[in-house]
């Protein structure tokens, strides 16, 4: 186990908070909340591509929208079929 893992647990910080990496919160079919984003990438009413420190995340669907969108949260609202994770590269 590596030094901030080990930090993250003794501290009770969350992980994802702790490392800057993203948190997503699927609610029912209508609803995406992700923490620690970087961004929109492209967005369209089908698709919609958010930058993250992982990689980036295409969700899929129709009728998408942002509902509400800061630096650190976004919220995106629609009947949402899909989400996808294309990682970046470790080199």
């Known amino acids: 186990m590596n ?11 969350p992980g994802d908070a702790m490392f800057g990496l993203p948190s997503l919160q699927w609610t029912g079919q209508d609803r995406l909340v992700v923490q620690n984003h970087r961004g929109i990438v492209d967005y369209t009413p089908q698709s919609i591509v958010i930058d993250t420190r992982q990689g980036q995340y295409r969700v899929g669907g129709e009728g998408l929208y942002l509902e509400m969108l800061s630096r650190e949260m976004l919220v995106l609202r629609g009947e949402i079929s899909a989400i996808s994770l294309y990682r970046r590269d470790a080199g």
């Open 3 to 13: 030094l901030g893992r080990k930090v993250s647990e003794a501290l009770e910080i």
